[in-house]
């Protein structure tokens, strides 16, 4: 077969290692690329060469000029998520998907399901599900995190359980439309022989027989959680029930889990000073969230990043509240809630250090992305710490 990798990012490559032995493998990446497959849009517009089939990277946008060409030149665009389905078909697959809670709902099931059995946990959290195909034994369970992009090409209807945890305003820019974006979600439902909605997303799928109300189920007390990720708890021991796992089992994990990191996550207290540290938070949506959890006493809250077109006038702000924004996406923050503005995050905490001595929570969640100034949430989760320490 001719097939074309549209995007040469983490998935593109895992794509094309899998494919390059046994069929004609080309390449398409923004950055040129020296190889000899390599075709640049110039090129594909050029020369209109056919395929097989193309398989789309999550970072090509269907409204990108690139993607609109590699339809109208190939039989049919997949993900690699979809190509990955095609070699797994007899395992048993969870698929998780929604705007937020995506990688701590994948790491509660991998927490709770790794106890009697084998798992992979695969695809947006941050390994491709194609990379780990030869290690994937026949009676493994995959657990995918799924992005929106990622469902956008995925066509195989063999979940056996999908997980949808919300669907909030996020990433409509990157989108058609919010339509778009919440049928992108929903696209799981068809997908999956069971699926977990909440009471929200209930009224979209009022005929389906195969739905477990999140709503409904059973509290499994975690003492560690706070009130939004003890649904997700919820959720796992639920599904975890079903593989065997017995009662002290369960209760016996909530003592092992751990959230990930940057995410809610409490550093330390400096004085009257607590810092809080939710990188991770790329959203209007997930900042809220974490407000919701600390608002027991004012915050200082830290916004900044790349923003995604978002209205940051409904950040969740209380009276005594002070919003400080910084990198590029400031002014815009500045103008819209806050109260003053910095341009890197070194300067932020410098002046909240000098500045502050009555009692607030500072609560680090830029609600941006982070690729302004750092490689990734990581990256700038990482920054905060050493800041705040020195």
Same mark, same amino acid.
């Given at each position: 077969m001719r097939i074309l990798i549209l995007g040469f990012s983490l998935s593109g490559k895992s794509a094309y290692e899998l494919l390059k032995d046994n069929h004609n493998v080309y390449i398409y990446d923004k950055k040129k690329i020296n190889m000899d497959n390599y075709f640049s849009y110039y090129r594909l517009k050029k020369e209109l060469p056919y395929f097989d089939l193309v398989i789309r990277s999550p970072g090509i946008k269907q409204t990108s000029k690139i993607y609109q060409l590699a339809v109208s030149l190939s039989?049919?665009?997949i993900s690699e998520i979809e190509l990955g389905l095609s070699y797994i078909q007899d395992n048993y697959i969870i698929g998780v998907t929604g705007s937020n809670g995506k990688t701590t709902l994948v790491n509660m099931l991998y927490h709770l399901l790794s106890k009697n059995n084998r798992v992979h946990k695969l695809g947006n959290i941050g390994v491709p599900l194609t990379s780990k195909i030869h290690e994937i034994?026949?009676?493994?369970?995959?657990?995918?995190?799924?992005?929106?992009? !990622?469902?956008?090409n995925t066509y195989r209807n063999i979940?056996?359980?999908?997980? *949808?945890?919300? *669907?909030?305003?996020?990433?409509?820019?990157?989108?058609f439309s919010k339509e778009c974006y919440i049928a992108s979600k929903l696209k799981l439902v068809n997908l999956s022989k069971v699926i977990y909605l909440p009471n929200e997303l209930l009224t979209? !799928?009022?005929?389906r027989k195969n739905i477990v109300k999140v709503n409904d189920l059973r509290e499994y007390t975690n003492l560690n959680l706070n009130k939004y990720n003890q649904i997700y708890w919820n959720i796992a021991c639920d599904i975890a029930r079903k593989f065997n796992l017995n009662e002290k089992d369960i209760e016996e994990s909530q003592y092992f889990f751990k959230m990930d990191h940057y995410r809610m996550e409490k550093i330390l207290t400096k004085g009257n000073l607590t810092f809080i540290n939710d990188s991770k938070s790329t959203s209007?949506?997930?900042?809220?969230?974490c407000l919701d959890?600390?608002?027991?006493r004012p915050r200082i809250l830290i916004l900044g990043g790349i923003d995604k077109k978002e209205n940051f006038s409904k950040i969740k702000k209380q009276?005594?509240? *002070?919003?400080?924004?910084?990198g590029k996406s400031k002014l815009k923050i500045f103008n819209s809630c806050g109260d003053m503005y910095f341009e890197t995050l070194d300067e932020v905490i410098k002046y909240i250090n000098k500045s502050y001595k009555k009692e607030y929570y500072v609560v680090f969640s830029p609600a941006c992305a982070s690729f302004d100034q750092y490689s990734s949430y990581i990256e700038r989760g990482e920054k905060f710490n050493k800041? *705040?320490?020195l």
């Open positions: 039989k049919k665009v034994k026949k009676d493994d369970i995959v657990i995918l995190e799924l992005s929106s992009f !990622q469902l956008e979940f056996d359980i999908g997980i *949808i945890t919300n *669907i909030l305003d996020n990433h409509y820019d990157s989108v979209y !799928q009022k005929r209007i949506s997930s900042t809220n969230a959890v600390y608002n027991d009276n005594k509240d *002070i919003i400080i924004s910084y800041l *705040i320490n």
